[in-house]
C-alpha cells in the first residue's frame, strides 16, 4: 500500500479520512499533517482522503495516521488506486480498504439516520405541547424535559463532539453555532425549571414583549428539537452525497478483464490479468474483452471501442493493429501480442484521468460555514457584554440573564439550518419528479455562473443506435428488394451496422434465408440467397452513377452507406446513421436563451460531427471532432482557460474524465454507471432538453438557498440589538426564530411548482427510448 518514488527519497501513501463535517476539517487535516518533519500532504474532503509524501527515516505511517486521530478524526491507508485493476497485490488490498471506506461512511449515514428517526419522533409532541396552551396538561414541562434531554444528549451527540474538537483547535463552525444555541436553550430552561416558576404544577407558558423580573416561566425546549433534527436531516444528507469519485473509479476499474488465454508452450492457460507481461501473446475469442492494451498479430475482426470513443461503429482490426484492453471483440478469433501493462495502459489513464480531473474540482465552502466563524464569537461577545451592561445599569439578574439568554436564542441557527436542506431536499425531490438527479449542494454552486455548455454527440445529441436512414436502389431493383437482400446476408452478424439493416427488415416483415456465409476482410459479408451470391460491403469498383452520387452524399453528412450487389452486379445503397434524437435541436435552442453557448464533442470523423452540428444549429468553429477522452478534457480545460464556467454532458465512459474536470458535469440516464457517479447531474429520462430544466432547477434552488440565508441571518442582525437592549422575552425571541423557519420552509416549499420546459412532466421519470427514426427515402 506504500509505493516507494524512485525520483525522491520519499515514500506516497494515500489515507482514507473519516468524520470530516466541512472544508474547514480538511483544512485542519492538512496542517497537521504537513507540521510534520518530512510530510508534504493534500487532503481532499470530496473523497475523504489524503494524499501524503513522507520521508521514512522521520516519520512512517502510523504517525501519519495518529496525527489525523490526534487532530480529531480516524485515518486508514488506502492502496494505490490507478493501478489495482492491472497490477497483482494492490487490487485485493485495494478493495477492502474501498470496502472499509464504504463502510466507514454507510456507518456514518446510519448512525445519523438512527439519530434523526429519534429525534424527530421525539420532535413532534416537544413542539407541539411547547406551542399550542391547550395541550399543555399536568406537569407538562417535565414531560417534555425528559423527551429534550434526550434528544439533545443523542440527537445533537455529532455537534457537540465536533464542537470540542473545533474549541480544542481554536475554531468555531457551523456545529459550534449549534451547540452553542441549543445548550443555551438548554441550561435556561433547567435554571427555569429548577430555580425558577417554570417547573410548578400546571404552569401555563405565557408570552410577554419584555423580559420580567417578576420569576422565570420560560423554557426552550422546543428550540432544542427543532434546531437538532433539522440539522441532523441536512447532515444526513450531506453524507450521502459524498465519496462519488470513488464509486466512479470503482466503475471503471470493474471493466477491465479479470483474466487471459495466454499461449504458452502452444497451450492456452487462463491466466489473471496481473500476470500478463509485455510480450505476451494471448487469444480473443468474439464476445470476449480484450484483457489488456496490445497489438493483433493474427486474425482479423471488428473492435467495439465504444467505451473508449463512445462511437457505435466497430473499428476493423488486421495484423499490426493496435487494440486497447476492456475493448470488446466482436466478431473474429484473434491473437493479441502485450504491448502495455499495469498503470501503463489506457484504461487505468483513464481512471488517472477522472481521479486528477476530481481532484481539482475542489467543493465549495458552505457560505454558513464562513459566516458561523465570525458571527459565533460575536454572538457570545455580544451576549456577555449585554450581561454586564444590564447588571451594571442597576437592572436585576432575572433582567439581565434574560436580555443576554435573549441574544443566544434569537441567534439560534434553527432558519440557518434549515435554509439549506429543506431548499434541497425540495428541490431534487422536483428534480427526481421531472428525471433529475441532484447529486447535492456543492453542485448548486456552478449552473448560476455557467456560460459554456459542451455536449457529446453519440447517445447524447444523437440516440447512439445506428439505424437504415435511406436504401437506394439499381435499376432492376426495389428497395425493399435491396433492403431484404442486405439482412439475409447480415443476419447472422452483431455488427451494429448490420443489426440496423436487420432491424429495419424485420419492422417491414421482409426477411430471407442465405446460407454460404463468408467475411472478407476489408470486403464485407457474403451469402447465397435464392441461388444468388450477394455481398454488403464496401464497393467494389465503380458503382452506377444514382448510386455513387447517394454514396457520395451519405458519406458527406457522416453517415455510413454500404454496397450490395448481386452475382457482382450493382444493386443497391443501404445508408445507415446514427440518428439525431428529436429534441436535440429544441435542446441547443432552449441552452442558447438560458445564455449558453453550445459545443460539440466527439470521437467521431470530422464529417459526422459537422453534419450533426448543422442539423441542431451548433456553430462549426464549435465542433471537435476525432477526440480521445483524454483530448475530451483538454478540450473542456482550454475553455476553462479562457475563463468560460463550462458544463459538460456525456453519457459514456470515454466522457467520465471530462464530466468530472467541468464545471458542472450532466450524465445521460441511458449512459455507463461511470458517467453517472463521475457527473453532478444525471438525466434518467435521457433527453438533452432535461439538461437545460436541470440548469435552471439548480439556479433556481441555489437562489432559493441564498434567499433563505438572507432572511435567516437578517432577522438575526435586526432581533439581536434588539434583544441586547433588553426590549425582547427570551420566550418571544424564540417565537420569532420559529417564525424565520416558517418563512424559510414556506419559501423552499415553493420549489414544488418548477415546470419543466417541454412536456415531458410526469410524476416519475420514463425509461429512456430511441427517438423516432427518419423515414426511410430512395
Known amino acids: 500500500m506504500i509505493q516507494t518514488q524512485p525520483s525522491v527519497d520519499l515514500l506516497q501513501v494515500d489515507l482514507g479520512v473519516t468524520g470530516m463535517t466541512c472544508t474547514s476539517c480538511s483544512g485542519r487535516v492538512e496542517r497537521k499533517l504537513n507540521k510534520l518533519d518530512g510530510v508534504e500532504a493534500t487532503v481532499n474532503f470530496a473523497t475523504e482522503s489524503a494524499s501524503v509524501s513522507y520521508d521514512p527515516t522521520k516519520v512512517d505511517a502510523d504517525r501519519l495516521i495518529e496525527t489525523v486521530r490526534g487532530a480529531g478524526y480516524d485515518a486508514f491507508t488506502m492502496g494505490d488506486q490507478h493501478a489495482s485493476a492491472v497490477d497483482s497485490g494492490p487490487e485485493e488490498d485495494t478493495e477492502v480498504v474501498g470496502d472499509r471506506h464504504e463502510q466507514a461512511r454507510e456507518a456514518e449515514a446510519t448512525d445519523l439516520k438512527t439519530r434523526l428517526i429519534g429525534s424527530t419522533i421525539l420532535s413532534v409532541p416537544v413542539v407541539a405541547i411547547s406551542m399550542i396552551p391547550s395541550l399543555q396538561f399536568m406537569n407538562w414541562q417535565w414531560a417534555l424535559l425528559v423527551m429534550s434531554t434526550l434528544i439533545y444528549f443523542y440527537g445533537g451527540a455529532p455537534f457537540h463532539r465536533a464542537t470540542l474538537t473545533n474549541l480544542r483547535h481554536g475554531s468555531t463552525t457551523m456545529d459550534t453555532l449549534v451547540s452553542l444555541g441549543t445548550t443555551a ?28 423580573d417578576d420569576g422565570m416561566d420560560h423554557i426552550y425546549l422546543e428550540t432544542i428539537a427543532v434546531v437538532i433534527t433539522f440539522l441532523l436531516l441536512g447532515r444526513w444528507f450531506e453524507v450521502r452525497a459524498k465519496g462519488q469519485s470513488s464509486a466512479a473509479l470503482k466503475s471503471l476499474l470493474d471493466m477491465g478483464a479479470k483474466d487471459a488465454a495466454v ?45 473508449l470513443t463512445g462511437e457505435s461503429v466497430p473499428v476493423e482490426a488486421a495484423p499490426g493493429t493496435p487494440v486497447t484492453g476492456a475493448t470488446i471483440n466482436t466478431s473474429g478469433r484473434l491473437l493479441v501480442e502485450v504491448t502495455r501493462t499495469g498503470s501503463e495502459t489506457t484504461l487505468s489513464q483513464m481512471a488517472k484521468l477522472v481521479t486528477d480531473a476530481q481532484a481539482k474540482k475542489a467543493p465549495v465552502q458552505r457560505l454558513v460555514d464562513k459566516i458561523s ?11 456577555i457584554i449585554t450581561l454586564i451592561v444590564h447588571l451594571a445599569a442597576g437592572s436585576g439578574a432575572n433582567w439581565a440573564f434574560s436580555a443576554a439568554v435573549a441574544v443566544l436564542i434569537i441567534a439560534c441557527p434553527c432558519a440557518l439550518g434549515l435554509a439549506t436542506p429543506t431548499a434541497l431536499l425540495v428541490g431534487t425531490s422536483r428534480g427526481a419528479q421531472l428525471g433529475l438527479l441532484i447529486r447535492g449542494p456543492e453542485v448548486l454552486e456552478s449552473p448560476r455562473q455557467v456560460d459554456t455548455i459542451v455536449m457529446d454527440k453519440t447517445g447524447t445529441v444523437t440516440s447512439g443506435v445506428m439505424s437504415v436512414t435511406g436504401v437506394h436502389a439499381a435499376d432492376g431493383y426495389t428497395n425493399n428488394e435491396v433492403l431484404a437482400l442486405s439482412a439475409a446476408v447480415e443476419a447472422g452478424s452483431e455488427h451494429p451496422i448490420a443489426k440496423a439493416i436487420v432491424t429495419e427488415a424485420e419492422r417491414s416483415g421482409n426477411i430471407q434465408e442465405a446460407t454460404d456465409f463468408d467475411s472478407t476482410a476489408g470486403r464485407g459479408v457474403t451469402a447465397t440467397v435464392k441461388g444468388h451470391v450477394v455481398t454488403v460491403g464496401r464497393p467494389a469498383g465503380q458503382l452506377p452513377r444514382d448510386l455513387t452520387t447517394a454514396f457520395d452524399h451519405a458519406q458527406s453528412q457522416g453517415a455510413t452507406p454500404v454496397a450490395v450487389y448481386v452475382d457482382d452486379q450493382p444493386a443497391g445503397v443501404v445508408v445507415v446513421r446514427d440518428v439525431i434524437k428529436d429534441s436535440s435541436a429544441e435542446a441547443v435552442a432552449q441552452f442558447r436563451r438560458l445564455g449558453l453557448r453550445p459545443y460539440l464533442l466527439t470521437g467521431d470523423n470530422a464529417k459526422a460531427a459537422a453534419a450533426v452540428a448543422q442539423e441542431v444549429g451548433i456553430d462549426a468553429a464549435n465542433v471537435s471532432a476525432e ?16 475563463g468560460k464556467k463550462v458544463a459538460m454532458v456525456g453519457d459514456g465512459v ?82 420569532a ?40 427515402t430512395a
Open 737 to 776: 426564530m420559529g417564525f424565520s423557519s416558517v418563512f424559510v420552509v414556506s419559501n423552499s416549499l415553493t420549489l414544488r411548482r418548477f415546470k419543466s420546459s417541454h412536456d415531458n412532466t410526469s410524476s416519475s421519470p420514463q425509461p429512456a427510448r430511441p427517438s423516432v427514426r427518419q423515414p426511410v
Open 627 to 642: 477526440v480521445m477522452p483524454q483530448d475530451k478534457v483538454a478540450v473542456i480545460e482550454k475553455l476553462q482557460h479562457e
Open 263 to 307: 499461449i504458452r508452450d502452444g497451450e492456452e492457460v487462463r491466466v489473471p490479468v496481473s500476470q500478463l507481461t509485455v510480450g505476451d501473446v494471448f487469444v480473443v475469442r468474439p464476445g470476449e474483452k480484450i484483457a489488456t492494451d496490445g497489438r493483433v498479430i493474427e486474425g482479423t475482426s471488428a473492435i467495439d471501442e465504444s467505451m
Open 185 to 212: 436553550a438548554y441550561l435556561w430552561s433547567l435554571w427555569a425549571l429548577f430555580f425558577g416558576n417554570a417547573g410548578h404544577p400546571g404552569m401555563v407558558m405565557e408570552m410577554s414583549l419584555l423580559p420580567r
Open 654 to 735: 470515454n466522457d467520465a474524465a471530462a464530466l468530472a474536470q467541468a464545471d458542472l458535469g450532466l450524465a445521460m440516464g441511458a449512459g455507463t454507471d461511470v458517467a453517472i457517479e463521475a457527473s453532478d447531474i444525471t438525466l434518467m429520462n435521457n433527453d438533452l432538453r432535461s439538461a437545460g430544466d436541470a440548469i435552471r432547477l439548480s439556479r433556481r434552488t441555489l437562489g432559493t438557498i441564498k434567499g433563505n440565508l438572507f432572511w435567516a441571518f437578517a432577522y438575526n442582525v435586526v432581533l439581536i440589538p434588539v434583544a441586547a437592549i433588553g426590549f425582547l422575552n427570551p420566550g418571544l425571541a424564540g417565537i
Open 373 to 383: 466563524s465570525v458571527f459565533v464569537p460575536t454572538v457570545i461577545v455580544v451576549s
